[in-house]
């Protein structure tokens, strides 16, 4: 009983994707542009071009569209090149990730070391060696907390 129901149901709505409605567009009196399936009564209409989306098939050829010019162009890449473009960006971002775990991780390093040793040493630009103040070395270590909290979390 249920697939006498289910058979014209699938057969009706397979033969609406093979059709293609028809769209007007029009602008009105107040310069409004309007789409509809029907043309308005009384005013000149234009007819759109509706195009189907292409299909990606699993052949191995990309599908084609044509521009207004009439040139063919492939649209969508085929699997295999969609497949290595999100092997890349995958591998970008992995690299991306463990660069800012080896800043958060040698931030840390270097917070700890100003809260732990009060005898912080730095090289002036001259290169020469000097100790940080208190409040430099609070300043600083105050500056690294920042950091760490907006790029590494807690």
Not at 76 to 88: C, G, I, M, Y
Not at 99 to 110: E, G, H, M, T
Not at 123 to 148: P, V
Request: aromatic share 6%; net charge positive; charged share 25%.
């Amino acid at each position: 009983m249920r697939s006498i129901f289910w058979l014209p149901a699938l057969a009706f709505v397979c033969s609406l994707s093979a059709q293609a409605a028809q769209v007007y567009k029009w602008t009105d009196d107040k310069g409004v542009t309007h789409f509809s399936a029907q043309p308005p009564e009384g005013q000149k209409a234009n007819e759109v071009d509706v195009k189907v989306a292409p299909q990606i098939n699993g052949s191995g050829s990309a599908p084609t569209y044509k521009l207004p010019n009439g040139v063919q162009q492939p649209s969508v890449s085929n699997d295999a090149q969609q497949q290595e473009l999100e092997r890349k960006v995958k591998a970008q971002v992995r690299e991306d990730q463990a660069k800012v775990q080896a800043y958060c991780d040698q931030s840390r390093q270097n917070l700890a070391q100003l809260r732990n040793n009060p005898r912080v040493l730095v090289q002036s630009g001259r290169g020469e060696t000097r100790r940080l103040t208190e409040e430099e070395r609070e300043q600083r270590a105050a500056e690294i907390q920042l950091s760490i909290e907006q790029n590494c979390g807690k």
